[in-house]
Each structure stands twice: as C-alpha cells, then as structure tokens.
C-alpha cells in the first residue's frame, strides 16, 4: 500500500462514506436505512484499521512529512503524521464510534447524523495530519461547521441559540486567526511551519510577530475551551444531544490542542506561552470543579467539569511544550497529557451517555428532581452498573481510570506548585461525584414542568446497544485505570523515549493520597449542602455572563498571550 494512501486513508474515507450515506437515502428499498447504517460502520471501522496500519510508521518517535499533490515548495499543503496526531486521531475515531452506536437507540436518529458525523472524523483526522496554518484555519471550520449542526439537531430553542453562540464566538475566533496568520505571512512569505520555522530561527522577536503569535493562539485555545476561554462550551454540552455532547467532551476540545503543539514547538518564541498555559490548565481545573459543584442542571455540571478536566490536560501539556521536545521531561510530561486526555474522554463520554439515559427516563435534567430515580424506575439499575466505573473514576478511586491519570499527572508534575492545584481540583471532583450520583439516591421530590423547565417524560426508547456502550466503556476504565503502567509504556515507546517509569498507583503512598481526596471531598460535598454553603454555590452559579464578556475574553487573552511572547525572556 502507498504511504500516501495509507496516511490519507482515515481523512478520505469518511468523506466517501458521507457521500454514500446521503446518495444511499435516495434508495426506496426498505433496506435502505439499514444500508446506510452498514456505511457508517464499515466506513469507521476502516479508518481505524488504517491508524492501525500506520503505527510501524510513527512508532519511536518517527514522523512522516509530505505535500499534498507532491507540490513543491511555498505552493504545496504540508502535512505531517506523528505519534501526538496519531494518538489522538484514534482517541478521535474510538470516541465518534461509541457515540454513533449510542445514537443507534438514543438518536439523533436520522441517518443524516451518521453523515455528518463521518464528516467530523474526516475533519478530525486532517486537523491533526496538516502542517500548514492555512489549512488548519480550514480543518478547524469543518470541526466547528459539524459541530454547531450537531448541536442544533436537538429540539428546543436552547440548542440553536447554544449553537448560534458557539457559531458568532468561533468566527470571531478564526477572524483573530486569520488576523496572525496574515501578520506571520507578511513575516515570512510562508504558510508551512517547517517554512515559518526556519524562516524566523534567526529573525529577531518584533511586536508584529509576537501579536501575530498572540492572535493565532488565542484563536486556537478558544476552541479547547482553555481559561479564560470557556464561556461557550457548558451550554453548548448541555443542550446538544447526548451523542454530540460525548463527543464535544470527549474529542473535539482536544483536537484543536493537539493541533496546537506542533505551532508551539516549531515556531521559535512560541514556545514560552507554554508556560502560561500551563498555569491557566492548572487554576481552571479548580475553577471548572468549583463552577461544576454549583450548578443543579445535570448536563451542565459535567459540562463545566469538562472544563476542570482540560485544564489538568493543559497542566501538563503547557509545562512539556515550554521545556521543549529536548528536556528530559518533555516526554513524561507530554505522555501524561495524551494518556489522561484519553482516559477523560473515555470516562467523561460514559457519564454524558450513561446520564443521558437516565434524564431521558426521569424526563428532568434538574439534579434535585432525578433523586430516587433508581427506586423509582427499576431500569435504571442495568445503566448504573455501568455508570458506577465513571463515578468512581471521577471520584478519584485506586484502580479506575481517574485515578490512575491523577496520579501520573502528580509524577509528571512531580514538585511543581501546580500539583496542589491538580490535588484541590480532584478534592472537588469527589464533591461532584457525589452530587451528580443523586439520580440513585432514595428518596427525593417530583419536580413539576415548570419548575424544572423540562418537558413531561415521554415513553423511553429501547436502549439495550445504548445501555450496553455505557457498559462497556465502564469495563474499559477499569482496564484502562489497572493497566496504567502499559499505556504510559506505550505512550513513551511511540513517542521515541525508553524511560519505563513505575507509577506506583497501588503503592501506601497513593492510597493514602486516595483516601484523603475522597475523605475531604466527601467534606466538601457536605458542605455545598448546607445553608452557607448553598448560599455561596448559587452566587457562583448566578455570577454575570454573556457574549460580551467571552469576546472581551478573547481579546484580553490574545493581547496577553502577546504580550507574553514580547517580554518573556
């Protein structure tokens, strides 16, 4: 097979598979929708062999360059596959997978999701393979094209306005994007960062580059949700279908980060905002649990402690981006970062698809009124036995995943400051473990429509394959979680680094740690329930918002961010 082809295969493919998708509609056979979902299938499962194919050729550290066409020179679009693009293309794939499967019994149900959905795969693949700033500025779109569809594919008003505020707020966005990307090519006459690269190793560091840098960082970090960036993600999560919002948490926030290291590690001077990265990570995984801890809307909680959880992702990722691939602890730092974004988009998927059932069976999302639920609807039971592994995990418990991604952020981090906030942000996850388990508490009040601001339950679909993905990825963070020492052996292995580190996740020392996180958020979860406690909460939760303060987010991040740059020695 031609290395080209084999490269290419995950980007094209789904792209063929769309098309056929939506000329297979056209079919008056009753066989039609079942061909259709055969597309799908087949189409993802293909992509994913071919990642599968590629890993000989990314495995030790390797990377694969080219140019689309076999272009030459400034003309021709770089692309470039290697371990970090490869990862999170299979953490990408693996994630929509799960989703659409789910989606099979929960919907979206038309056959136009699974179209588009193979659209955001191709779009995720090429997000990650290109090498070229223009053409990422176009990968992005594509993302963000499918994603605001997606959104708006649940009914009520609160989706497309969620999805209309996610639109206006990336196309600013990509406006500031552009913005740099113009200033870097005035600079350099160049789109291709191994061209911007070598084009400014000996140009001194000017105002024009550094905003440049500013304005396409900010850009990019908007759409991972970094701090102070956020304001569009939580209800963006919360209204969209619970298919889309898996894989809004799951993937489609870390794309765009991954995509970043390549721009911060080959442009020289970019590189120190790491560093600033590395402690916005670390203060919104306390900010986002705390926010989380406040709210009462089920969807939203999670959606905000996906903000917490990208943030202890970005801890670790800034810290290796700012030492450079070079530094003896670039590769435990950067391995930290992949293996935790992973172990989070699998435990986090679960709980958005596994809570989705049970919203859709209680007709609320009101967290006070789902109390009881599993006394009150018996076939909750089956969907608990597997939401228990994401519960557990979010809790911090030894031997499930969450846990096992703490306590190799802690050894990756090993006597940075910024640990204690990783500590803080996982006390607060225990608090919001607990209050997102109300759904199986007994007891609990009937909350009536109006007050809840949920529609009257209707009649449940079936949910055996639905009820059944939740199962499995529960069996999965428990592999995952036991199995930590393997995949930070493989993750270290593909990125060309021989350190095989004992963690030590059974060890007196982290489960000692173990029991004072949950012991304290156990605290914690007891205090945001008593009377001062739910007076701070609802100040939180009822703190000023809106477009104008994300835009003026935007802005301040990108003036700071270049600032940054300028005066960073």
């Known amino acids: 097979m031609k290395t080209d082809l084999l490269i290419f295969g995950p980007v094209i493919l789904p ?57 030459q020179g400034p003309l021709g679009i770089a692309w470039k596959q290697d371990p970090v693009s490869w990862i999170s293309s299979v953490l990408g794939l693996v994630l929509i997978l799960f989703a659409w499967l789910y989606s099979l019994d929960r919907g979206p149900s038309n056959t136009t999701f699974g179209a588009i959905l193979l659209v955001q795969a191709s779009g995720i693949a090429a997000t990650l393979l290109t090498h070229d700033l223009f053409n990422l500025f176009v990968c992005l779109e594509i993302l963000g094209i499918t994603s605001y569809i997606m959104i708006a594919m649940n009914k009520g008003n609160g989706a497309k306005l969620a999805s209309l505020t996610y639109l206006l707020l990336s196309a600013a966005s990509m406006i500031f994007y552009l ?32 905003a440049s840098l500013g304005l396409i960082i900010a850009g990019v970090a908007l759409r991972s949700a970094l701090l102070p960036l956020y304001g569009w993600l939580p209800e963006a999560h919360a209204q969209a279908p619970h298919a889309v919002s898996a894989i809004l948490s799951g993937v489609m926030i870390k794309t765009p980060l991954f995509a970043l290291t390549r721009i911060l590690l080959e442009i020289p001077a970019a590189r120190t905002v790491g560093l600033p990265l590395s402690w916005a990570g670390a203060i919104a995984a306390v900010v986002g649990s705390l926010i989380a801890l406040s709210q009462t809307h089920l969807k939203r909680a999670l959606a905000y402690s996906t903000i917490s959880q990208i943030g202890f992702v970005v801890a670790a990722w ?84 969450g846990h096992s991604g703490k306590t190799l952020l802690s050894f990756a981090l090993d006597r940075d400051i910024k640990d204690v906030f990783i500590v803080a942000a996982g006390v607060l996850s225990v608090a919001l473990a607990l209050k997102l388990s109300r759904p199986f508490w007994t007891g609990g009040r009937k909350i009536p429509e109006s007050e809840s601001g949920q529609p009257t339950p209707q009649p449940p679909a079936p949910q055996g394959l639905a009820s059944m993905i939740v199962l499995i990825q529960g069996v999965m963070i428990l592999a995952l979680g036991l199995g930590l020492e393997p995949c930070v052996h493989f993750v270290l292995s593909l990125l060309g680094s021989s350190h095989r580190p004992s963690l030590g996740i059974f060890g007196i020392d982290a489960i000692l740690k173990s029991t004072a996180s949950v012991g304290l958020g156990m605290g914690v979860f007891f205090l945001s329930t008593s009377r001062y406690g739910k007076i701070l909460l609802e100040k939180i939760r009822d703190r000023p918002r809106g477009f104008e303060g994300l835009f003026a987010a935007l802005m301040t991040g990108s003036v700071f961010l270049a600032a940054w740059i300028y005066l960073a020695p």
């Open 15 to 71: 792209l063929v598979g769309s098309a056929l998708v939506l000329l297979l509609k056209f079919l008056p056979s009753a066989w039609s929708k079942f061909l259709q979902h055969a597309a799908i299938l087949i189409f993802l499962v293909c992509s994913l062999l071919l990642l599968g194919l590629q890993y000989p050729l990314v495995h030790g550290g390797q990377s694969l360059t080219g140019i689309v066409g076999q272009w």
């Open 179 to 210: 913005l740099g990307l113009y200033g870097l090519y005035r600079l350099t006459g160049a789109l291709s960062l191994n061209d911007i690269g070598q084009a400014l190793t000996n140009t001194p560091l000017t105002t024009s580059l550094a």
């Open 318 to 401: 800034g810290k290796a981006v700012y030492l450079g691939a070079a530094h003896p602890d670039f590769h435990i730092l950067m391995t930290a970062a992949l293996v935790y974004a992973f172990f989070h988009a699998l435990y986090k998927s679960q709980l958005f698809l596994g809570l989705g059932l049970v919203t859709d069976t209680m007709g609320s999302y009101q967290l006070e009124s789902l109390k009881g639920g599993l006394s009150r609807q018996h076939r909750l039971r089956f969907i608990f036995a597997g939401l228990m592994f994401g519960y557990l995990s979010m809790a911090g418990i030894p031997g499930l995943a």
